[in-house]
């Protein structure tokens, strides 16, 4: 075999083809990433666990109505809109185990040096890893919600239940979902840049998504602050862009609530302060 | 060209490179050796920016590496087999290593011919050999085209065809006037492939020269002397820049003299010689005795035939 590839090296080498205009810009780093993520096979299991969570939890909504034959009413309304917004508590799961993993996926295997010895300054090659995270989470995100309203529609069809378009609440609550997972996704993805390690940074995630609304619920029975500070934890605030007719994400507005969007912002603002961390600390470390 | 100066990095406590400085020239093939954990991975890595320098600086072609425009067409590095995602195939981490600097698919295809890889391409390199993988870093080292080559352990892992066809690029790349330099534990392969060599032991530079100075250097001229007359002819030949050891009762290693002067001088006493052989040290040898931290120049006599000079023949070839 080397008797053969050897007169190809020293053939093939001087002739090697120099594109005119070639070099390192951020656009070929974002078409990189776009090659490495659709290149490996989690990326494909967890968005379509997000794609079948989202849908499959629409579905439950819109069959649990269809037989309950529900009449019309403020809550039924309700109970349309959260039928399609429900699906992100699936959704999140899967997308930031994604997000950590497009980084930490790097860090365990090693890719990180080669993808530093191609970007050596580093930040460019994290901001476009995450430019295509944020489109991709985006698009499938709003797929997902297309798809739930796609099929939850013929069984809400007749029950009284209806899920109006136009009414600027339902848009916005609908809008929050691809908008909180998001937000969820990067979060994942800048612990992940952080943490450098798939467990932990997985783990983390969760536990800031799980436990921690969990642990301010249980103090909620035992201290009269809790729900005040618990209000600005992540995921609370960040699921009262979903909110409707009283609920919010899995849990019920409260007095305590953030508004949907001070929720949101509050969400973003951690994580910008996440990836700010990340960022800085891709620049010092050793990779 | 690669030039550190005063290169330091410490981890905690433990200093894993202490202030070197040298240069890497183009046109020849560099290589750099020494023991495991002697700092060669380390600096390797601060050359291309892996790792951040605790003090001193290191550039390639005069600007340190994260100021390259064009990185992958400067440096190929092969710092780990393992810089790969094992997740995915050979031919899309190319891609995607080639997408970075808009290198073309037909360089990608060139670089999976030349490496060997075709018919692997498609796989996913989790279920790679050693050797696939090293063969793969070197197709990714080739990607850009470099002027400049940094191979750690290149051969490790390779079977015998490849450590010959490795032998032969790197020897082809310095050829064309690109500079290669090249970390190896394996001497004989260092002495093979080599035309200068930098030694590198605990974080410090111990020798920097062409390969032949560092063999010769290092044995300076050790002739063995079989002789009834060991006694006397120690007595004879004893002088400052001479070392004499002995392994067994009539045989003797004299360093810091020639086959000819020994010879004379026993001559000239008539004592009888049994054997009179100059020893064409190996570069493991040279290697041994510089790395050797507190017993230099101290010919440690195994009593085992010493390996053939072969090896140090060899490297002397024309550059």
Redesign the interface.
Known sequence: ???T??P???T???A????A?????FG??V???W??FR????TWWTLAFALGGMVGISLIFGIGIRASAVSASDEDSMLGVLGLTFGYTAAQLALAVLGALTIT??YS??????T??????RLPALWAKLLVLTMVTVVVSFIGLALSYLVTLPLLSGTGVTVDLGNDETVRALLGVPLYLTAITLMAFAIGAIVRHSAGAITTTLGIMLVVPMVFSILGIFVSWAPRVGAYMPTTAGEQIMSFGGIAGAGMVSDYSLSPWAGIGLLGGYVVVLLAVAAVLMR?R?? | MIEARGLTKRYGSKTAVDGISFSVQPGKVTGFLGPNGAGKSTTM?MI?????PTAGSVTVNGRP??E??????E?G?L??A????????AA??L???A??????K??VR?VI????LAGVAKKRVGGFSLGMGQRLGIA?A?LG?PRTLILDEPVNGLDP??V??VR??VR??AS?GRTVFLSSHLMSEMALTADHIIVIGRGRIIADAPVQDIVARATGTTVRVRTPHATQLVELLRGPDITVSTSEPGLLEVTGSTAATIGETAAAAQLVLHELTPIAASLEDAYMSLTADSVEYHSTSTGLPTPVGASAGVTSEEN
């Open positions: 075999m080397s008797t590839t050897l190809a090296a020293t093939t080498l001087p090697a083809p120099r594109p205009r070639s070099g390192l810009t070929r780093l078409a990189s990433e090659i490495k290149s490996l096979r989690s996926g790097e295997t090693g890719m990180i040096r080669s530093l010895a191609a970007a050596p300054r010092r050793d990779a | 890595r291309v920016g892996l790792d951040r590496y994260a390259l425009r064009e990185p992958l067409h440096v590095a710092l780990d393992k810089a790969v995602h094992t997740g995915r195939s899309n981490h891609a995607a290593m997408a970075t600097h808009g290198i073309g037909a360089r060139d011919e030349m490496t060997g990714s080739l085209d065809e490849g010959l066809w032969n690029l082809f790349l064309e």
